[in-house]
């Protein structure tokens, strides 16, 4: 054998031994980002680093919340980054409802439907649609009646998002319109206090302090809030409506099912844990696990009732 043989064959064994190496290496082998496209400090960002946690303990790899905020109408930088990331697990989104059922509506090409693929839902946010306790109404549709006599000034956090959308359009199924409505950087028992706003939607967790004093109208929750469970959920008054504020993990698409089985493998334990539930215990908020397949059919059915509810407030 000459001397040039040997050389190739040493090298075609090294090179299969090589990929028998890249082979055998399983995910994951290097620090994993669940990017959340928003400020740190609320219930996404405080489950996501939860899971992040246990992933690292599980796997021995690090794992961490990388927070990149756009603002409430995006146009979601960090969802993007996930969107344009390699379908191989090390990027993964913890989105709210806005950037796969609304993101590609408002313009953002990347953020389309087809882009991504939902591992599960874990959250939806405990939003509520709330009074003074001396308003001269207690249900929405004493609301609704006594609006059509008169002006009742709406406050939220934003046009844009989906439960500001919601309490817009059971107005105008319900007959009536807000006298006047405007975005508040906060919306607590202090806004309802002052007269800044007759009505508020707003979360649960930043008017538990005054709970006794106001009066929940409405959820907007796939199901009520055991904290207030004498609130109907927004589907309970028009099924039209039926729609929630909601948090899930999404991976782009192609990438491998055995990846996508141990992110879940780990999400779907660490937002049934005794920790997790504790924060819903304490804020309302609404976490579970909703596996991948039941998810793809709620961005589906969400982005349907989306449509309608833009029809109606064009």
């Known amino acids: 054998m000459s001397k040039t043989t040997k050389i190739a064959g040493a090298l075609a ?101 087809e882009k991504f693929d939902p591992l599960g839902i874990f959250l939806t946010y405990p939003f509520v649609i709330a009074t003074s306790g001396d308003a001269p109404y207690s249900t929405m549709e004493e609301l609704a009646a006594h ?83 004498d609130a109907p959920t927004i589907g309970e008054l028009d099924e039209n409506l039926d729609i929630a504020l909601w948090n899930g993990l999404f991976v782009t698409k192609d990438t491998p099912q055995d990846v996508r089985d141990k992110i879940v493998a780990v999400a779907k334990e660490t937002v049934m844990s005794e920790r997790a539930q504790k924060v819903a215990d304490e804020t309302g908020a609404l976490v579970y696990w909703q596996d991948a397949e039941e998810s793809a059919a709620r961005v589906a059915s969400d982005i349907e009732t989306m449509a309608r509810i833009g029809g109606l407030l064009q």
């Open 147 to 229: 609006a059509q006599e008169n002006d009742v000034a709406l406050g939220h956090f934003g046009d844009v998002l989906t439960p500001t959308q919601v309490t817009k359009a059971y107005a105008k199924n319900a007959g009536f319109e807000w006298g006047s409505d405007a975005a508040f950087d906060a919306l607590d028992c202090n806004t309802l206090a002052s007269g800044d706003a007759d009505v508020i939607n707003t979360t649960l967790q930043l008017i538990l302090p005054c709970l006794d004093d106001i009066k929940v109208l409405v959820s907007i929750t796939d199901e009520r809030i055991p904290l207030v469970p």
């Open 13 to 113: 064994t090294a090179a299969l031994a090589l990929t028998a190496g890249m082979a055998v290496a399983e995910y994951p082998e290097k620090p994993v980002n669940f990017i959340v496209p928003w400020p740190p400090g609320d219930l996404e960002d405080v489950l996501t680093r939860m899971i992040a946690e246990d992933f690292q303990e599980e796997y021995g790899v690090a794992a961490a919340v990388v927070n990149k905020p756009g603002g409430g109408g995006g146009p979601f930088p960090g969802a993007i980054e996930v969107a344009m990331a390699p379908p191989d697990g090390y990027t993964v989104g913890s989105f709210v409802i806005g950037v796969p059922v609304m993101g590609h509506q408002i313009g953002i090409e990347p953020l389309t439907p």
